[in-house]
């Protein structure tokens, strides 16, 4: 059998397990099948820290001129890490570098399987959320107010405008904090997700408090809808889809009685909250996929869990894992399947598709990682390692290839 052609995509090496895993995936189910042409990045602590974090730059760089990427999960140091990987530097969280130079947006959603029941019994299709990564509360300058005394609100304009404003009069101690958005970065937000929301033909809720925050969240409010009038009103009805606005309470309570299938955007700190209630909910992290995209349509898939630390340390002591690839095989998939839309290449997008149907056919099967198992109620499972995982799934895409 010959191997599927395919043009370039960032491949983005990363941290522990996770890399473990990363190159078992490449060795089984990829190399065998495709002729894999990447640019490879190694964003592996070590080599961050010997490039003072250059390669991570260059890697999002990589990503603006060739569209789709795909990477691992990367550690984001923390005191304990600098220690442990004696680093020059406490670096920056890669995600956090490579968003800030594609300016994306990212959406995460769960991979469901027939075998593993959300614990929300209702919802059937998969929920996507939108995190606006920008601003809010993530930005903010904060005051531990130390005493009695008067905190304002001021704003000095370049045109000689200025507004000033009583916060509060302070009869004690208390505490402060500022927040901004910008209109630049909310709109880029709202063209991704109605964009998103054409691309995978699923209705778009969106949800503030514009009720109680009345300029701030107002602003987001009347952002997307001036931005839905008058780009996306048409296209979203000829798709026979909806944008749908609503109180973020409200929201809340309608999320848990749906049956799913849509995307839901969120601000950037309900985003950060919400997604892990979401997967959470959906069963297990390491089935949720994530993917970033820029608003000049670059795309950067990965998974959303960690470096699985636990399951490393006792890795490096000779024991076999049961940790989970299946979020780290859909990131590949999907930077597969992006690539071969782009270039008109069916035979790599019918791959992409083939190797996720090979994931699931094998759970369906019975036969899974250990997180899975403890979810799943059949009585007919078998818990493997994940080399024997990862063999399992090879099995079952090697009788479609
Ligand atoms: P984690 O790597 O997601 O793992 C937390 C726990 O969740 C694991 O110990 C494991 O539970 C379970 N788990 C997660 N993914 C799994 C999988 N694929 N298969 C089986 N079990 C899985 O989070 P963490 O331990 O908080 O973080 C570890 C490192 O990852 C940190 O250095 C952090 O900076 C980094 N991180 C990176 C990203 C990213 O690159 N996108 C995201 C988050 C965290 P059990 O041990 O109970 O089996
Ligand atoms: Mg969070």
């Known amino acids: 059998m010959s191997k599927i052609p395919m043009n370039t995509i960032v491949e983005m090496d990363g941290d522990e397990m996770t890399r473990i895993l990363w190159k078992m995936i490449k060795d089984e189910l990829l190399s065998p099948f495709v002729e894999l042409n990447t640019e490879y990045y190694d964003l592996g602590l070590p080599k961050r820290d010997e ?25 984001t140091p923390n005191a304990q890490r600098v220690e442990e990987y004696k680093l020059k530097e406490m670096w920056k969280s890669p995600n956090g570098t ?8 990212v959406f995460r959603a769960p991979i469901i399987t027939e075998s593993v029941k959300p614990y929300v019994k209702g919802w059937k299709k998969p929920i996507t959320i939108a995190r606006h990564a920008y601003g809010d509360v993530y930005k903010a300058t904060e005051y531990r107010v130390p005493c009695k005394g008067k905190a304002e609100l001021l704003f000095t304009g370049e045109n000689g405008e200025s507004f000033r404003k009583t916060i509060y009069d302070f009869e004690c101690a208390g505490v ?11 709109e880029s937000f709202a063209h991704a997700c109605f964009e998103y929301a054409l691309e995978t033909k699923q209705d778009l809720w969106f949800a503030t408090k514009d009720t109680i925050s009345k300029q701030y969240d107002q602003t987001f409010k009347l952002i997307f809808a001036d931005i839905y009038e ?3 009103k048409e296209r979203f009805e000829k798709a026979g889809i909806e944008y749908f606005y609503t109180l973020i309470d409200d929201a809340v309570a309608r999320v848990i009685r749906s049956e799913g299938g849509f995307i839901w955007a969120c601000k950037n700190y309900d985003g950060d909250v919400m997604s892990d209630m979401v997967s959470t909910a959906f069963g297990s992290l390491a089935m949720m996929t994530s993917v970033l995209i820029s608003p000049d349509g670059d795309y950067e898939f990965e998974a959303a869990h960690g470096t699985i630390t636990r399951h490393y340390y006792r890795w490096l002591k000779g024991e076999q894992t049961s940790s989970n690839p299946i979020a780290t095989i859909f990131a590949w998939s999907g930077a597969l ?12 997008s019918d791959f992409a598709s083939k190797l996720e149907k090979a994931c699931l056919d094998t759970i369906e ?4 990682t250990g997180d899975l198992a403890e979810l799943c109620d059949r009585t007919d499972i078998k818990k493997v390692t994940s080399s024997e995982f990862i ?6 895409l090697e009788k479609m290839m």
């Open 365 to 368: 099967s019975g036969i899974m």
């Open 337 to 348: 399947r992006k690539r071969g839309e782009l270039d008109g290449n069916k035979p790599l």
């Open 98 to 105: 490579i968003r800030a130079i594609l300016d994306g947006t």
């Open 176 to 186: 402060l904090q500022g927040q901004y958005n910008k209109d630049s970065s909310i």
């Open 391 to 396: 063999a399992a799934i090879r099995a079952n």
């Open 51 to 75: 490039t003072n974090d250059q390669i991570t730059v260059d890697a999002a760089n990589a990503i603006k001129k060739h569209h789709v990427g795909v990477k691992c999960a990367t550690i």
């Open 230 to 232: 008058k780009k996306y």
